[in-house]
């Protein structure tokens, strides 16, 4: 993979064709070809420690706490008690972390496909795979969509942490994914999936929203920014089958001050609130 020149890296993806996001970097700490990815973590001037995989950043030390305390924070403060929370994916660590932050989350169950991930990133990333020690959680090395057949009316909360809808993950951004999800959850349980950049991949969103509204009485995309994501912007797409759900006013809020003795960098209950406000042309878009 000619992806390295005059150590400078450029990711390449065929879902962004035609720009691309570059980053020195000062060594590469590791490349391996998995059984599922090739695998590369970089440590940078500007960034951090970087997780590549399949040519596509996956986090860097640098913002991963935007994403990371988002798609975690979200679905888990619009549930009046999640107390046991499914993780799909998520093999840096972070989410596990984050999510264990949470004062009413008890158990967490984590369920990734790569066992090379998790070895790398304890290895070389541990500010994200700390999440790996929390006492609550349970990790399983499978498929999140095999897992999910083999579970029901069980979670609270899932957050599904996957890489983006090419190679291992493109199960995960399924209709019949958000359909399995559903019958895995407790009643008036809440979903929360990665679902792509409204600049680059509308169509993702959109489809990732209309496969959760048809399974899910309330759902809604919540977006953050992350400067090394593509167009610096993602979002997720949050689903709840209670409909009396108000995904946009949280029902646990947090001062700041309790935000900041959780270890919470980015999250607010004003951040919150805010991710469901979106550009008119993508509500235009989604409204369409
Ligand atoms: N924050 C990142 C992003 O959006 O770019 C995702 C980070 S996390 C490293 C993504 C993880 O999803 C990877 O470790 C990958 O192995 C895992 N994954 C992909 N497909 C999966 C599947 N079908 N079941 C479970 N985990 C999966």
């Known amino acids: 993979m000619d992806t390295l020149k005059k150590n400078w890296f450029s990711e390449s993806c065929e879902l962004w064709p035609g720009s691309t996001f570059s980053f020195e970097v000062k060594e590469v700490l590791h490349e391996e070809r998995s059984p599922y990815q090739f695998i590369q973590v970089f440590d940078t001037t500007s960034l951090g420690k970087v997780l590549v995989l399949d040519g596509i950043i996956q986090c860097t030390q640098k913002d991963e706490f935007s994403y990371q305390e988002m798609i975690s924070f979200l679905p888990l403060c619009c549930h009046p008690n999640p ?20 004062p ?8 990734e496909i ?42 609270d909360v899932i957050i599904t942490d996957s890489s983006d809808p090419v190679g291992p993950a493109v199960n995960l951004f399924q209709e ?9 959850l407790k009643p008036n349980g809440i979903v929360c999936s990665q ?35 593509p167009c610096g912007q993602i979002g997720f797409v949050i689903g709840s089958l209670d409909s009396n759900t108000d995904l946009k006013n949280p029902v646990l809020e947090f001062t700041l001050d309790e935000v900041k003795n959780m270890g919470l960098k980015y999250y607010n209950t ?19």
């Not at 009413?104 to 369920?111: A, F, H, M, Y």
């Not at 500010?127 to 069980?154: I, P, Q, R, Y």
């Not at 919150?272 to 509500?283: E, G, I, T, Y």
């Open 83 to 102: 107390e046991k929370v499914l993780i799909v994916g998520g093999g840096d660590g972070g989410v596990a972390r984050d999510v264990a932050k949470h």
């Open 104 to 111: 009413r989350v008890k158990e967490i169950v984590q369920v």
């Open 195 to 229: 679902a792509g950049t409204y600049w680059d991949s509308m169509n993702l969103v959109k489809n990732t929203l209309r496969f959760c509204k048809n399974q899910f009485p309330v759902a809604a995309y919540a977006t953050t920014s992350v400067p090394t994501y």
């Open 270 to 288: 004003d951040v919150h609130k805010a991710a469901f406000s979106l550009p008119a042309f993508v509500q235009y878009e989604i409204d369409s």
């Open 114 to 155: 790569d066992a090379k991930v998790i070895e790398v990133s304890k290895k070389y990333l541990p500010f994200m795979a700390v999440g790996f020690e929390s006492k609550k959680l349970t990790l399983h090395v499978g498929d999140g969509f095999e897992f999910m057949k083999n579970h029901s009316h069980e979670f």
């Open 176 to 184: 019949n994914y958000f359909a399995l999800m559903k019958s895995a």
